[in-house]
């Protein structure tokens, strides 16, 4: 916009920068309630992390989440360390197995979140606080996405109708 005065354009890109914020947050909020609604669905309501291997702050800044850090060998792949200590809500420890099945079934399952993960090749625990991802191809913006591949145990993702028929009554 031309006819703007510099401190104005420094304005109007502020407002412009918050309403991005703000949206992307409401997009969070409504994925989160969105992934609650299809656990139920499927029987898996009690065993959801609901957590990504980072997330955002409310400043849109990257922040750790299951993984404590990362790292990258190369400009492909992706090393990431999780917290020792998760566990599920069934007490079930949080294990890389865990992480590696839960992004590998999204991506091939066709789960709401499969286009954020479109670029991954392959993810595979390397021990069981460690999980390597890597992509088809050098892709800088992988960690943003990585906030929506929300972990299940991996024994629910293999077979969540043998998990669901356990579960059932009678």
């Given at each position: 916009l031309a006819f703007l005065t510099p401190p104005q354009r420094l304005f109007y890109g502020q407002v412009q920068g918050r309403t991005y914020a703000n949206m992307f947050g409401m997009i969070e909020r409504y994925i989160g309630v969105k992934m609650l609604e299809v656990s139920r669905e499927h029987g898996l309501g009690d065993q959801v992390a609901l957590e990504g291997l980072v997330r955002f702050d409310s400043q849109l800044r990257l922040q750790p989440a299951l993984a404590e850090r990362w790292e990258n060998?190369?400009?492909?792949?992706?090393?990431?360390?999780?917290?020792?200590?998760?566990?599920?809500?069934?007490?079930?420890?949080?294990?890389?197995?865990?992480v590696a099945a839960s992004i590998m079934a999204a991506k091939q399952r066709g789960w709401a979140v499969r286009d954020y993960l479109r670029a991954v090749e392959s993810a595979r625990a390397l021990d069981e606080l460690r999980v390597e991802v890597r992509t088809l191809f050098p892709y800088q913006i992988l960690l943003?996405?990585?906030?929506?591949?929300?972990v299940l145990p991996a024994e629910a993702v293999a077979e969540p109708w043998r998990q669901l028929r356990a579960a059932w009554p009678g």
């Open positions: 060998p190369d400009d492909r792949t992706y090393v990431f360390h999780l917290r020792p200590g998760l566990r599920f809500s069934d007490g079930r420890p949080l294990r890389a197995a865990d943003t996405k990585l906030q929506w591949a929300f």
